[in-house]
């Protein structure tokens, strides 16, 4: 039980969101080791001081975000900006790349015009088959389900 209320969480080198929101929100999964890794990246890179982290399995989640559904979190990562805009996939990506200096160098080649369609392909792809890369490391079944 401790671990499946640990991983619901936002492990404790990532900020976690003020209500009313003061920084940028980055919704992830948070069962997955993939996701978990990513973002404690993108906290590294600059994040940290720019953004904060929630995962969507979370309960407060779905109380406070109630137009998103489980199915689009657990489909893409979700960024609500301070304006309470939401970005998802290759779009909250591309957002990112635009807030952390240190993703700068990645903006003009994620924002060549009518390039979007190309980069949400392919984040879906890698999306879909996140889990594969945590499978060996899961402490517990929530990467199993997603094999079965």
Known sequence: MANTDQAHKSPSMLPPPADPLTRSLVIYDGDCKFCTR??????????????????????????RFSDLTHQRLMDEMVVIDLSENRYGGAAAFRFLTRQLPALWILAPLLHIPFSLPVWSFCYRQIARIRYRFGRNSCDNDSCKIHFD
Do not use: Q
């Open 38 to 63: 990513s973002v404690k990246t993108i906290a590294r890179l600059g994040g940290r001081n720019r953004l904060c982290f929630i995962s969507l399995h979370d309960p407060s989640v779905a109380e």
